[in-house]
């Protein structure tokens, strides 16, 4: 006796060459949401609005801005913590922002090197 598959399983050819669209359809869709997210600025503040950090998508750190009233020469481990701060957040951000968006196209597949 044969056993019975469901319809959509198996197939053969034409369920593999299914597959094999959707995987390419789903990789240049990240690659175009990779693209985006490269260019997308993400900016925190720290101290109260002290500290304010931007950096791109692709981690490239393109500003800091520092309030003129938190320059304390006798106090600069303060100003370094918070630059450290901003700096950790901004990137957290970037990274929830990036793997919520690429979970949202690949349906939360892992998969090695993409992302």
Avoid: C, H, W
């Avoid at 003129?68 to 990274?95: F, K, T, Y």
Wanted: no cysteine; net charge negative.
């Amino acid at each position: 006796m044969k056993a019975r598959l469901p319809k959509g399983f198996g197939g053969g050819p034409q369920n593999m060459n299914s597959m094999i669209k959707q995987a390419q359809k789903m990789q240049e869709e990240m690659t175009a949401l990779q693209e985006e997210l490269n260019v997308t600025e993400y900016r925190t503040t720290v101290g109260g609005g002290a500290v304010e950090i931007m950096m791109t998508g692709d981690k490239v750190l393109k500003e800091i801005k520092i309030k003129p009233e938190v320059v304390d020469p006798e106090d600069v481990e303060m100003l370094e913590d918070l630059i450290l701060s901003g700096v950790n957040e901004v990137l957290r951000n970037l990274e929830n922002d990036s793997e919520q968006k690429m979970n949202a196209i690949s349906g939360g597949l892992n998969i090695p090197g993409v992302f």
